[in-house]
């Protein structure tokens, strides 16, 4: 009940938060120098003053400000994020197309990341000290502190130029004509390097931390116990410490996931992904207003939705939590 | 007796081996960058655009590289001695991708409806047209009010494209559905278009000349990063890299690989002409002595061999000497930043800052922006470097905020059509980047580029043309950089890939691939 009370009351939040974050964007695009007209006129290599204001009248850009905003307003309380005029298409059908190859990748590296990162923490703090625990924790602080944009350019001369094994571009072979596994398997391929790259720093985050958590709880006093009790070192290791240790892992999972739809940018870039990370910077550099807002409202709603998630996965891991509030 | 049969086996082997492997069809991938926002050329005139979509739109003529017009949709013309008409004689059989047949309606709705009211560059040549006119199908008439020299160069794809009446005639162009599926004359027709991916066009195989085009099929795919254009090429995953579409420090690179051609031809009708606005209103730059001297301070030969690696050629006015009309009778600036100070201290500079506006149009020009600073710097002038995106520069040159903005211009094969617009003084006006952004004014010239424009004598306009040039010179509204050359870069295999003046953006009509 308190669960569902506490849901509900989060959904009203953010729809508010969600409104004045649109409201937000709206002015910050605005304030941007420039606007898709002038972009536009400026592609062409040519251009009058009648041939910008007729731009301006179809994008209608020559209302006044106030105008403009109450008219997106409108639009978005009514789930409508717009047309896109330099598209010649409604936001929501690009966003539509673009966002089943953007979830596959970072939900793809969000679970290696989530996994491997765990794994590989909790194999280090069991061998503290030891030597395969310095070459872990040094490999991890490695891939923290590698440029994001580097590393996918390696792993593509590595990988793709010099090895030829895996492909180093693209969502699938082009004019394949490949349906249903075979097609899976060719996307799969594709999807190996980038998943990895962007999966590399926050695999790194997680080992890091769940190392540190895991170390942390291994000193308190119920571990002693149940050592005292004669736990064998795996049960404890995964039915006491672990399960402790993940709260802060589940927090950083948590803003990991917000990322979802906006922060594979850089790596949608270099693997020529066709994801919304690019559809947002590409719209962003055209000022194509309807779309880059209709982005920014959708990862808006995506972090929030994650946030609540987060909560609802902090009671499973640990239900003392929901009984406190 | 021997030997002639001999060679003429030998000769019918040579003749009959490529034709063979022409005939074979295949597939080629390009670089498209960036993705274009769309593909109706008559709507949209930027590069992209016209890269993909100049296989599906075709106008009445195309342009060798010698400029000279060749048959396109027209299979003749003749133009009457007085230079006021202008009749073309239509191919026979021209299908539109859709079955319609192409006519002459066609042309005049393209030309006198949907263009003039669409297609801002087209609109100023519109302006010398009295009437165009079709006395029947395969016939249309164009009656100019006075001669203008370059009307015979704008029968051109990306100036003129064809545009099928039966689909936009009485309907709102802009939102006409159908421009999601573009349909025109043109040796390939729109298949698919994956956003962020791949546009995918396949042969027409109505096609009015027979046994063209050659391939099945052309990819043009959407690669954002310039690095990871460069590793496609290498990779095979692309066939062509049509010019500017990677980094000049990876030219050279490429260009080196196994079975890898490069050719700086196919650009003669745009021949972008790089240069910097400088602001004659007002700041230092509005003194003629400090833009001389600014000319005189910059090594560009040194940023043609070091940021360009070699490619262009160093520009000595304002008409760039790949297009007609060019002259070199002029003042040459070379490198001398003594006579730069001379000039200074004439003019009393007092250190006041000017800045510089580079293209955002990747690390080429933003290398390039710091090489002139440092030049300026040299003989004492004080420089910030500016910054802005694509958006940003645009507001800021056509709102002339700025001192000095490098930018660069396409010739559009006649200096009335691609040069005078940045001189003359009725192009000035805020809100484009493709005029007379520096604010130069010179009645006694404009008379001089007006009457250059319609004569109908090219002996008398190339004489005209050489006294802009020689005077415009001295004047330095603007500082001339480089003729920019992009060289296309491909898999040799790619046989005919450039035959005109317009190269890779003319489509691939004519381009094979020769099997091994």
């Known amino acids: 009940m308190s669960l569902i009370t506490t849901i509900l009351g989060r959904l009203v939040k953010a729809a508010i938060t969600l409104l004045a974050i649109a409201v937000l964007n709206f002015f910050l695009i605005h304030a941007a120098p420039g606007d898709p007209a002038a972009v536009l006129a400026g592609e062409a290599g040519a251009a009058d003053p009648l041939f910008i204001a007729q731009l301006r009248e179809r994008f209608g850009l020559d209302q006044p400000l106030y105008v403009q905003l109450w008219s997106y307003v409108k639009n978005v309380l009514t789930l409508d994020l717009g047309y896109s005029f330099r598209q010649g298409m409604p936001v929501y059908d690009l966003i539509a197309q673009r966002l089943p190859a953007t979830l596959l990748l970072t939900l793809s590296s969000f679970v290696i990341s989530l996994s491997l990162g765990i794994a590989f923490g909790v194999a280090a703090a069991a061998r503290v000290g030891k030597a395969s625990d310095s070459v872990l924790t040094t490999i991890a602080l490695l891939f923290y502190a590698t440029p994001l944009y580097w590393a996918a350019l390696m792993a593509v001369l590595v990988f793709s130029v010099q090895l030829g094994w895996l492909p180093g571009f693209g969502y699938e072979t082009v004019g394949s004509g490949y349906s249903g596994l075979a097609r899976a398997w060719d996307i799969l391929q594709h999807l190996i390097l980038p998943a990895l790259t962007l999966g590399l720093f926050f695999m790194a985050v997680y080992m890091r931390m769940t190392r540190a958590s895991m170390l942390e709880v291994s000193q308190m006093d119920f571990v002693k116990t149940a050592r005292a009790k004669g736990l064998s070192g795996p049960v404890i290791r995964r039915r006491h410490i672990l399960r402790n240790a993940l709260l802060p892992v589940v927090t950083l999972a948590g803003l990991q996931a917000g990322q979802l739809i906006g922060g594979a940018v850089l790596t949608e870039t270099v693997f020529a992904w066709p994801g919304i990370g690019r559809l947002m910077f590409e719209s962003l550099e055209a000022r194509d207003y309807n779309t880059i807002l209709g982005v920014f409202l959708v990862s808006a709603a995506m972090v929030i939705v994650f946030n609540i998630l987060t909560d609802i996965v902090y009671r499973i891991v640990d239900p003392r939590i929901g009984a406190k509030s | ?516």
């Open chain 2, 1 to 516: 007796m021997n030997f002639l049969k001999t060679t003429t086996f030998l000769i019918a082997a040579g003749l009959a081996t490529p034709l063979l492997a022409q005939d074979a069809g295949g597939r080629i991938d390009i670089v498209v960058q960036p993705e274009p926002p769309s593909l109706m050329l008559g709507l949209v005139q930027n590069g992209p655009t016209q890269l993909v979509a100049g296989d599906i739109y075709e106008s009445l003529l195309r342009y060798n590289t010698d400029l000279e017009p060749q048959p396109s949709l027209a299979k003749s013309w003749e133009i009457s001695e007085d230079g006021l008409t202008y009749t073309f004689h239509l191919q026979d059989g021209v299908k539109w991708h859709d079955g319609e047949p192409f006519t002459s309606a066609d042309v005049v709705f393209s030309a006198d409806v949907f263009l003039r009211e669409t297609h801002a560059r087209m609109r100023s040549s519109l302006a010398y047209v009295d009437s165009i006119e079709a006395p029947d199908d395969q016939t249309v008439v164009f009656k100019l009010k006075t001669p203008f020299g370059p009307f015979i160069g704008v029968f051109e794809a990306g100036t003129m494209p064809m545009i099928p009446k039966h689909i936009y005639e009485g309907t709102d162009y802009a939102n006409n559905p159908m421009n999601a599926t573009p349909i025109g004359t043109g040796p390939f027709k729109f298949e698919s278009w994956e956003k962020g991916s791949y546009i995918h066009l396949v042969k027409n195989e109505d096609y009015y000349l027979e046994g063209k085009p050659h391939l099945d099929e052309v990819y043009y795919r959407v690669i954002p990063d310039a690095a990871s254009r460069a590793v496609a090429f290498e990779t095979g995953e692309v066939d062509v890299l049509p010019g500017g579409s990677v980094e000049n420090w990876d030219v050279q690179r490429l260009t080196e690989l196994d079975n890898t051609c490069s050719t700086g031809k196919g650009w003669e009708f745009f021949a972008p002409h790089a240069f910097m606005w400088l602001n004659n209103r007002e700041g230092p730059t509005a003194d003629v002595r400090f833009r001389q001297a600014v000319m005189y301070a910059m090594d560009r030969e040194f940023v043609k061999d070091v940021v360009w690696n070699g490619f262009g050629k160093v520009a000595t006015g304002p008409v760039s000497s790949k297009t007609n009309f060019y002259s070199d009778d002029v003042t040459q600036y070379d490198y001398n930043p003594e006579k730069a100070k001379e000039l200074l201290a004439e003019m009393g500079y007092d250190g006041t800052p000017v800045s510089i506006l580079p293209l955002p149009y990747g690390e080429t020009w933003q290398r390039w922006a710091e090489a002139v600073r440092q030049n300026l710097q040299e003989v004492g002038i004080t420089v910030d470097i500016d910054s802005a995106d694509v958006a940003g520069w645009n507001e800021k040159t056509s709102q002339w905020d700025y001192d000095m903005a490098f930018t660069y211009l396409y010739q559009y094969g006649d200096p009335a059509l691609g040069v005078s617009r940045n001189y003359v003084e009725s192009q000035i006006e805020k809100g484009s980047p493709w005029n007379n952004v520096e604010g130069y004014r010179n009645p006694e010239m404009d008379a001089k580029w007006a009457a250059a424009a319609v004569s109908p004598s090219p002996d008398e306009r190339t004489k005209i043309y050489s006294e802009i040039q020689k005077e415009i010179v001295d004047d330095v509204p603007v500082a001339w950089l480089l003729e920019i050359e992009f060289p296309t870069i491909y898999n040799c295999n790619v046989q005919d890939l450039v035959t005109t003046g317009i190269g890779v953006s003319d489509g691939l009509r004519d381009a094979w691939i020769k099997q091994e």
